[in-house]
């Protein structure tokens, strides 16, 4: 398994970075806590400045072993079974401090995004989740499919015609041959409404930076992995993606053996005869 598998683009760094400068803020606030409260708690009781330190002091000695995991894990180490999910749970949890600790700094959200995606994918990829074809959700926004396409395909993506002329074919293949989950959305509510009907095991989404860091974070705790799309046109029109890293991505989050290959309906641009049909006229 490459080691950037889902992204493509190693950007770690920043966002380990700023995990850790969130951990010495949140260490620093609990101790000021502790000072500050430390005369009022000792008028209650002698024993209450002692007992808030050591809780503090373990909570935060756990919290820093769960951002040593982390990092290990972004580094591609192996990490106890057993703190997998502190782990993931960790990044999610801590996004929006490295954000507003980012902002305090002026790096972009969207640098942010990226590098938080890129840890989280990470992890998924070291924790080795994989799941049967049909408890995978391979989920891609509305702004994949070409502007002038005049088939509906949020409500069925098997509307394709598999002409071609943008990624959504490509997907639509990728999901017969497999027998995963696949859905157009047209945004996060829509998306989060799939997750719910097709309670999958594992989601692979294909969207922006923004997208993918809020979809990881909705659908928590199911393992989501990110593939950015591409914009050669701007943002949200006739974006693209690329199929190569999508397909490397879905096989390695499939058990093997578990696929259930599906028959197309179209293929380029043309309808496929039924294989039933076929057979029953035979
Ligand atoms: S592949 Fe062709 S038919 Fe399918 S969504 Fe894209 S443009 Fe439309």
Same mark, same amino acid.
């Given at each position: 398994m490459s080691q950037h598998a889902y992204t493509g683009r190693p950007r770690k760094r920043l966002f380990v970075v700023l995990i850790m400068a969130s951990y010495i803020l949140m260490a620093f606030i609990a101790w000021a806590v502790w000072r500050v409260s430390y005369l009022g708690l000792l008028e209650i009781s002698s024993y209450l400045p002692a007992i808030l330190g050591v809780i503090f002091t373990v909570?935060?000695?756990?919290?820093?072993f769960g951002?040593?995991?982390?990092?290990?894990a972004a580094m591609g180490l192996?990490?106890? /079974?057993?703190? *997998?999910? *502190?782990t993931y749970a960790l990044i999610n949890l801590?996004?929006?401090v490295a954000v507003a !600790?980012? @902002?305090?700094?002026?790096i972009k959200r969207r640098r942010i995004e990226g590098s938080f995606i890129a840890v989280s994918?990470?992890?998924? *990829?070291? /924790?080795? !989740? @994989?799941?049967?074809?049909?408890?995978l959700l391979m989920v891609t926004p509305h702004c994949l499919q070409l502007a002038t396409c005049p088939h509906k395909i949020t409500r069925d993506p098997y509307n394709c015609h598999r002409c071609r002329g943008c990624n959504v074919g490509d997907l639509?293949?990728?999901a017969e041959e497999t027998g995963c989950h696949f859905f157009v959305v047209t945004g996060g509510t829509l998306a989060r409404q799939t997750v719910k009907k097709i309670r999958p095991q594992a989601v692979l989404a294909i969207a922006c930076e923004r997208d993918l860091a809020s979809g990881i974070q909705d659908v928590y705790p199911i393992p989501a992995a990110g593939v950015l799309n591409m914009r050669p046109n701007g943002p949200c029109y006739n974006t693209r993606v690329d199929m190569e890293l999508v397909r490397k991505t879905v096989k390695e989050m499939i058990i093997p053996g578990t696929e259930k290959p599906r *028959?197309?309906?179209f293929m380029n641009g043309k309808p496929v005869p039924r294989k039933d049909h076929d057979d029953k006229e035979e």
């Open positions: 909570l935060i000695f756990l919290t820093g951002i040593l995991s982390m990092i290990g192996p990490v106890l /079974h057993v703190f *997998q999910r *502190q801590l996004f929006p !600790i980012g @902002k305090i700094f002026g994918n990470r992890i998924i *990829q070291n /924790h080795g !989740i @994989k799941v049967p074809a049909d408890r639509v293949a990728l *028959q197309p309906r």
